[in-house]
């Protein structure tokens, strides 16, 4: 009976012993959320010029490409590819249109009725808004760093799985806003965007959720 005891509180502490990491990594994490949901809820407007890096395992070189993003409350956006190839879209609220500098054509969508643009623009806006409650609906996280601030994700949905190994995100030191992020997927490659000059709550240009001329 005593040897029974002992082996029950022997797998007790070995499941605590397991669990703690876990439950010290919950406790925090939180206080660093709650941070960065005060920061993002200050923030009006944001816009930055980015630089994209893709890695392709069959290519021994990245494929380099800059554009310009730009976010107004509480669901406007532009992200545009300015090299090598000028494309983007802007968004406003459910209604947007796209539009490709080699087809020369500007098509109108909705995030309601297009699921691929429905799914980047939800995307966008949960990094620009720092929306924690919808990522953590879709995603695990981890905290890597905390200076700089640095968290991965990892979907819950089977299906992103398969094309999404975790994505790793960079916050600035004042924690207002993403400067990094990086996808990798299962195969081994990756992409990385990474937001320059970000400037918080300036007035942005009448134009800036327009299609360009």
Do not use: C
């Amino acid at each position: 009976m005593v040897a029974k005891i002992k082996t029950k509180y022997l797998w007790l502490g070995l499941f605590l012993l397991v669990a703690q990491p876990s439950f010290a990594e919950d406790v925090a994490l939180a206080p660093l959320l709650a941070e960065l949901k005060q920061a993002a809820a200050q923030t009006t407007t944001l816009s930055s010029p980015f630089v994209q890096e893709k890695y392709l395992d069959i290519f021994a070189e990245k494929l380099l490409s800059q554009g310009q993003f730009s976010y107004q409350q509480p669901d406007f956006l532009r992200w545009e590819l300015l090299t090598p190839v000028a494309s983007g879209f802007v968004l406003r609220g459910e209604q947007g249109e796209r539009w490709n500098q080699l087809s020369g054509e500007v098509e109108s969508f909705s995030v309601s009725t297009d699921p691929i643009m429905g799914m980047i623009a939800q995307q966008l806006l949960a990094w620009a808004k720092v929306d924690l409650d919808w990522l953590q609906s879709r995603y695990r996280m981890e905290l890597q760093t905390v200076k700089p601030l640095v968290l991965h994700l990892y979907p819950l949905d089977a299906g992103e799985a398969t094309f999404i190994e975790y994505l790793q995100i960079q916050f600035a030191p004042d924690r207002s806003h993403v400067v990094v992020v990086k996808m990798i997927e299962p195969g081994g490659d990756s992409t990385t965007i990474r937001f320059t000059k970000v400037e918080i709550n300036a007035d942005l240009p009448t134009t800036t959720f327009q299609v360009p001329e």
